[in-house]
């Protein structure tokens, strides 16, 4: 009961004026959903990619055809478009790369030569380095077969009816990889929208954990001590006073997301929000052990820059998680954010929750460590 006085406390301090209302949960969380729907449109954008083959050659025109079967990309064939055309294109920002295969591209692969599609962009990304490499690997594919059709023919002669069939054999793949156990769907492997949605939540909690410090500071803490309260009494008040501003911003920002920007990692509402919840209980947790190990609310300030964004890069909020080194990808395990992120991303590919159970438990187990440990040290008489 004395815990839940304290979180009323917490909550009218937080929201109990119109001014508070809007500047300490309504604003803050209208701006994380302007961002994040904005972001969502221009994440689901593909890149624009124009293909010009100006080869009259079997092994252009497969080339050409296998690039429209990409489905990262806006491929759009068009013969007409010159190599200069192809470069202004590009410069004037009306595709984001471009591919001209040279009308010498068959011949120089059946010689013996090599040969390549040339790929023009502005900078080098991500996802054009991808595309290069793709690039890259199609031509030495076909030069492959290139070579295996003239070794079937007679006195090193090109023996056309072999190229054709190992064209057709190559235009459909006999096997394709399938990411059934495991679920992957494709938060895991582009999770910055998600990552973006973590992120702030953890920024809104440690706003919360902020009127803690202030009675840490002011001395409000110290009197309460004097009461018939334990530490924990005390440490749950502010985590329950926390965790139910939280929830309202989590309901507002997930609402705007979901029904105002249409966006959806491919989950329900109600799915979501339960991921979302526990991962709340693991941030509010983590703010509550911050507080708790320094002196005043600045210093919370610049710990919360050292935690938050430091664990978000590691957790693969902002890119795949792949991506880092081993020894990355085993620190990842003790942030909350890659539980969430997987959680999430299970949920994506058809999954259910009890396909999330471990995930689940593992940010829950987070929240019980964390507000323990914040109680033992959160108190007034430290000055450390």
Same mark, same amino acid.
């Given at each position: ?11 009218? @301090? ?12 309504? #604003? ?30 079997? #092994?252009?025109?497969?080339?050409? /055809? %296998?690039?429209?079967? &990409? %489905? ?7 013969? /007409? ?26 011949? =120089?692969?059946?010689?013996? $030569? ?23 690997? $199609? ?6 077969? =290139?070579?295996?059709? @003239? ?11 072999? #190229? ?6 190559? =235009? ?46 002011? @001395?409000?803490? =110290? +009197? ?5 309260? +334990? ?30 920007? *249409?966006?959806?990692? *491919? ?5 979501? #929000?339960?991921?979302? &919840? ?10 509550? /052990?911050?507080? *708790? ?46 539980? /969430? ?6 949920? *994506? ?36």
């Amino acid at each position: 009961m004395a815990s839940l006085h304290i979180a009323l406390h917490l909550i009218r @301090r937080t929201m109990g004026s119109r001014r508070g209302l809007i500047m300490n949960v309504l #604003l803050p969380t209208i701006i994380l959903s302007i961002m994040a729907g904005l972001f969502s449109n221009m994440q689901d954008k593909r890149a624009v990619i124009l293909v010009s083959n100006a080869d009259k050659g079997d #092994l252009g025109s497969y080339l050409a /055809a %296998s690039m429209t079967k &990409e %489905s990262l990309y806006d491929v759009r064939l068009d013969p /007409a478009f010159s190599e200069q055309a192809l470069k202004a294109a590009v410069l004037n920002g009306e595709a984001d790369a471009a591919v001209y295969i040279s009308s010498d591209f068959t011949s =120089a692969l059946l010689a013996g $030569e090599q040969s390549k599609a040339v790929l023009y962009r502005k900078n080098e990304q991500l996802w054009n380095a991808s595309l290069a490499t793709l690039l890259m690997t $199609e031509a030495n594919k076909l030069a492959s077969t =290139a070579e295996l059709a @003239r070794s079937a023919g007679n006195g090193g002669e090109m023996d056309v009816r072999k #190229l054709h069939a190992l064209l057709d054999a190559q =235009a459909i793949p006999k096997a394709t990889a399938e990411n059934v156990g495991m679920k992957l769907g494709k938060i895991v492997s582009n999770p910055m929208m998600i990552g973006l949605i973590l992120m702030f939540v953890m920024l809104l909690v440690s706003q919360s954990i902020g009127f803690v410090m202030e009675d840490r500071e002011h @001395r409000t803490m =110290a +009197r309460m001590f004097t009461a018939p309260l +334990r530490a924990i009494d005390i440490a749950l008040g502010n985590f329950i006073g926390s965790l139910l501003v939280g929830t309202l911003q989590l309901i507002i920002v997930l609402s705007m997301t979901f029904f105002v920007f *249409g966006y959806s990692p *491919g989950t329900s509402f109600g799915s979501m #929000l339960l991921v979302l &919840e526990c991962f709340l209980f693991a941030a509010v947790g983590l703010a509550s /052990a911050a507080a *708790g190990l320094v002196r005043n609310s600045a210093h919370l300030s610049n710990l919360n820059n050292i935690i938050i964004t430091p664990s978000c890069l590691i957790s693969g909020c902002f890119f795949p998680l792949s991506m880092l080194p081993d020894f990355i990808q085993k620190l990842a395990n003790f942030t909350p954010q890659k539980w /969430a992120i997987q959680a999430i991303d299970r949920l *994506g590919a058809d999954g259910t929750i009890s396909d999330i159970k471990l995930q689940l438990l593992i940010l829950l187990l987070f929240a019980a460590v964390l507000i323990a440990f914040g109680s033992a040290v959160l108190k007034p008489n430290q000055t450390h």
